[in-house]
């Protein structure tokens, strides 16, 4: 050491707790801590997609169609549980429990998406309506994609295969003529 340098033993502790704290994110996930993953979208002044999805931790996805949407109603389907660890490890690359709750602004006519993630006892919610980080943005597309969700919500799915007028009518959508009727009720081309 040099001279008027005193050696305090603390240093090492000091980085060791620095390194510490810029790695954990969110608790050390056990196997017997259950796993929520939630993304729901509103309504908007136009024909927004309005639904919902639930993630559990062993794979089960919930969703519920409710207006503008190709199911109206529910649904569920079964994804890997390491699709839903990928998941949560999307959540904390983006620091999800440091965003903020809310991101909107004083205008209208946009939806909402409202996501959330329970992990055991944690939880967080987030609201975008507007001004989300664009990592937000993603996460919530990220969901969407890894449930699988386009299956129920997008009409020009190519796993569309309607051919009954009545679920396109509980669904939102309505021709304003046969032709148009017979458009929407096609099989998306492939």
Not at 33 to 56: D, H, N
């Amino acid at each position: 050491m040099g001279k008027g340098r005193r050696y305090s033993g603390g240093m090492p502790h000091l980085l060791l707790a620095a390194i510490c704290a810029c790695t954990a994110v969110l608790p050390a996930q056990k196997a017997d801590q259950p796993i929520v993953i939630t993304l729901e979208r509103t309504a908007c002044y136009g024909a927004c997609p309005v639904y919902s999805l639930r993630i559990t931790s062993d794979g089960r996805v919930a969703y519920e169609g409710r207006r503008f949407v190709r199911v109206v109603g529910k649904a569920t389907a079964k994804i890997s549980p390491e699709a839903v660890s990928q998941l949560v490890a999307e959540f904390e690359r983006i620091h999800y429990f440091d965003l903020e709750d809310t991101y909107t602004a004083r205008i209208t006519d946009l939806p909402t998406t409202t996501t959330s993630i329970r992990i055991g006892s944690r939880f967080k919610q987030v609201v975008d309506y507007y001004g989300a980080p664009a990592a937000l943005t993603a996460l919530e597309q990220r969901i969407d994609e890894v449930a699988g969700s386009k299956r129920w919500v997008s009409v020009n799915s190519p796993k569309l295969d309607v051919t009954d007028e009545t679920l396109l009518a509980r669904s939102g959508r309505r021709a304003r003529t046969a032709r148009g009727s017979a458009g929407l009720i096609a099989p998306a081309p492939r």
